[in-house]
Each structure stands twice: as structure tokens, then as C-alpha cells.
């Protein structure tokens, strides 16, 4: 459809008013916000991506993208949390030790909460230590790691390993998820869950609250 060939165009520009706009009317023709994020805005960013690899794009642009990202982000944003939404479960939730990626993280968040749980957000760049003390103090079913980077990825295990030696591992639950982590590697460091999504990681966590 023409409106998501242009809302994807205008990220790839860095074009965040054009974004917004683009959105707003999406959202007044009645879309679904699912479809004008996976087909407009996620379907501009993963241009975006491959540019950037390719030395097709610099990082300025890739700045500009994601403001622009955000620019839509915030107009699905209200649409996608319920309010008055009963508690199902608390989720600590961030971007690992050293990666700044953080658009995904922050998807997911919104669908969790959408989802009725409730979000404890960290940001980005947090360290083991802080996971693991947030998730004591306040009590928290899972921690929700996020990581963009080969090179950040390697640090979850870290999060693992303190929850290990904290005994808060097992009882805590980890769900994992972000371009490059797997659910190979998730096996391979002891997380309990991975999730490719957003909606995968809802429906994962939601499964297991259910369950337990
Ligand atoms: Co960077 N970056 N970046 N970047 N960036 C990538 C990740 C990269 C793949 C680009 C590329 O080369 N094609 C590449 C990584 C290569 C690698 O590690 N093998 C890369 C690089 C190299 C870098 C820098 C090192 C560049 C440099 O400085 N030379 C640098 C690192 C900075 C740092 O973190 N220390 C860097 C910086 C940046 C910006 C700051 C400019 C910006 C981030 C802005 C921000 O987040 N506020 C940025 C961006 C935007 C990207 C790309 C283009 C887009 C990422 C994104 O937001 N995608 C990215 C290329 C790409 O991924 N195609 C790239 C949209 C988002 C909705 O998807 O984050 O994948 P994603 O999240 C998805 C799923 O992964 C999953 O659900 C989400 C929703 O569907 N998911 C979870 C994510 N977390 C989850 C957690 C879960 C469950 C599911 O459970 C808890």
C-alpha cells in the first residue's frame, strides 16, 4: 500500500515531521497500528540497516532515522496500552551493558504493557548489577534483555551468571531477544526464553504466567 512505501521512504530520509504526518493519517484511515509499524515504520528502518551496512549510509542518517522512528513511535504508542489493564506480571526490562540500541527495547516494553504487564524500564547501556538488584528489589517475574550488538550481546550471560550467584536464577525468570541473539544462543547461555518480537515475547511471557 502506497501510505507504508511512504511513511518507510520518509524514516529512510530521516524526515520525522513527514513521519508523523504520514502516521496520524494512517491511524485516521483506520490501519491497524500492528501493520503501520511492521509495514511502514520497522520496513523503513530495516532499509535503513542494510544502507548503513553497506557504507551506503553514515551514522548521522541512522541518527535521523531513529528520531524519525520515534516520531511515529509515539503517535501507535497510546494505541497500543490499554488503560485500567489488570496486572498480569512485572517484567524488568533493558538494553544491555554497553549497547545505546534502544527502539526495539522500548517496542517490546509498550507491548508488554499493552499486554497488561507491568514494565520496569532501565534504559539503555545497564549493568548486570542493576537487573539483577531491580529485579530483588521490586520483586519482578522475568528480566527482559535486549541486545543489538555481536559485541553487547556476549554481556546477558553476564546478567545470567550474577543471577546465579545471587540465587535468584530459575526463580527469576530471563527472556532474551534483539537482531542478533538466537534461540541457540539462549539454550547456550542459560536464558530461559527467547523471543523474536515484541508479540512473541507477550505471548511467551504470557504463557508462562499462566502456567505457573
Ligand atoms: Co546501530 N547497528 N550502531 N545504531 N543500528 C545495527 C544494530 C547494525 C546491525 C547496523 C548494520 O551494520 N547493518 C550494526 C550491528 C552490527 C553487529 O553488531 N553485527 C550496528 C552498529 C555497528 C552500530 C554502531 C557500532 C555504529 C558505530 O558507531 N560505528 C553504533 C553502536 C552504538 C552502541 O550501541 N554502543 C550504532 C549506533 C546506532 C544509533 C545510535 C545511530 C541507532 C540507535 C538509536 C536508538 O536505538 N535509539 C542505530 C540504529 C537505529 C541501528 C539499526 C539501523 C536499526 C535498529 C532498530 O532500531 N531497528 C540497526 C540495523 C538493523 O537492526 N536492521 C543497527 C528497529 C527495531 C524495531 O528493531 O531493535 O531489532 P530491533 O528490535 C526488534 C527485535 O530485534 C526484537 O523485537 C523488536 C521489535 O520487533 N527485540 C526483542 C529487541 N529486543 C528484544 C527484547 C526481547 C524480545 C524481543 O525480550 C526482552
Request: no cysteine; hydrophobic share 45%; glycine share 10%.
Amino acid at each position: 500500500m502506497e501510505i507504508f512505501n511512504q511513511i518507510a521512504e520518509s524514516l529512510q530520509k530521516g524526515d520525522h515531521e513527514k513521519v508523523a504526518i504520514l502516521t496520524r493519517k494512517a491511524l485516521d484511515d483506520k490501519i491497524a497500528v500492528q501493520q503501520i509499524l511492521d509495514d511502514g515504520l520497522i520496513a523503513g528502518m530495516n532499509v535503513v540497516g542494510e544502507d548503513f551496512k553497506h557504507h551506503r549510509i553514515f551514522l548521522p542518517s541512522v541518527l535521523l532515522a531513529a528520531r524519525a522512528m520515534y516520531a511515529g513511535m509515539d503517535l501507535l504508542k497510546p494505541l497500543m496500552i490499554k488503560e485500567d489493564v489488570r496486572t498480569i506480571g512485572k517484567v524488568v526490562i533493558g538494553t544491555i551493558k554497553g549497547d545505546l540500541h534502544d527502539i526495539g527495547k522500548n517496542l517490546v516494553g509498550i507491548m508488554l504493557k499493552g499486554a497488561g504487564f507491568e514494565v520496569i524500564d532501565l534504559g539503555n547501556d545497564v549493568p548486570p548489577e542493576k537487573f539483577v538488584q531491580t529485579a530483588k528489589d521490586d520483586n519482578a517475574d522475568a528480566i527482559g534483555l535486549s541486545a543489538l550488538l555481536t559485541t553487547t550481546m556476549t554481556g546477558m550471560k553476564d546478567v545470567i551468571d550474577l543471577m546465579k550467584s545471587e540465587d535468584i536464577y530459575g526463580k527469576v525468570k530471563v527472556i532474551i531477544g534483539g537482531a542478533p541473539v538466537s534461540r541457540e544462543f539462549a539454550e547456550q547461555i542459560g536464558a530461559d526464553f527467547y523471543a523474536f518480537d515484541g508479540m512473541n515475547a507477550v505471548e511467551t511471557l504470557k504463557a508462562y504466567v499462566k502456567d505457573r
